[in-house]
């Protein structure tokens, strides 16, 4: 096998930067979207920077730790790429959960920038 192809990297560097800013200061997220990004967050939609932020910063929890179990990243026409992951967290005392979050990635003026983003915990008891 040769090298990995150019989305590979670029997929987990943003991967890397976005859960780095999870962790440390939510506000900072700003970055990494653009005003007509849209995020579903276990159902809920909302659309653009400035609702985006607002709704990660006021996530009840104060620290936050992940552990990203897989990624995978896919090219797509006009500069996308997707990204998938895969991993686990734990927010202040609460047990270990499982999630999925998927990134649409856009080259913008040589920056990578999220244009949807979806998460979901992982809860198998849906009863």
């Given amino acids: 096998m040769?090298?990995?192809?150019v989305w590979e990297?670029?997929?987990s560097s943003f991967i890397q930067h976005y859960y780095q800013?999870?962790?440390?200061?939510?506000t900072q997220?700003?970055?990494v979207y653009i005003d007509a990004s849209c995020l579903t967050w276990e159902g809920q939609q909302f659309?653009?920077?400035a609702a985006i932020v607002k709704k990660l910063s006021s996530l009840?929890?104060?620290?936050?730790?992940?552990?990203?179990?897989?990624q995978d990243h896919q090219p797509i026409p006009d500069t996308f790429i997707i990204s998938m992951v895969v991993g686990?967290?734990?927010a202040d005392e609460d047990p270990i959960?499982?999630?999925h979050q998927m990134f649409l990635l856009k080259n913008i003026q040589v920056a990578w920038v999220c244009t949807d983003d979806m998460f979901r915990l992982a809860l198998h008891n849906f009863g």
């Avoid at 800013?21 to 939510?26: E, K, P, V, Y």
């Avoid at 009840?60 to 897989?70: E, G, N, R, V």
């Fill in 21 to 26: 800013l999870f962790g440390n200061d939510r």
């Fill in 47 to 49: 659309q653009g920077k």
């Fill in 97 to 99: 959960m499982g999630f």
């Fill in 9 to 11: 990297p670029i997929g």
């Fill in 88 to 90: 686990q967290l734990k």
């Fill in 60 to 70: 009840p929890f104060q620290k936050i730790q992940d552990s990203l179990m897989a």
């Fill in 29 to 31: 997220l700003s970055a």
């Fill in 2 to 5: 040769g090298d990995k192809p």
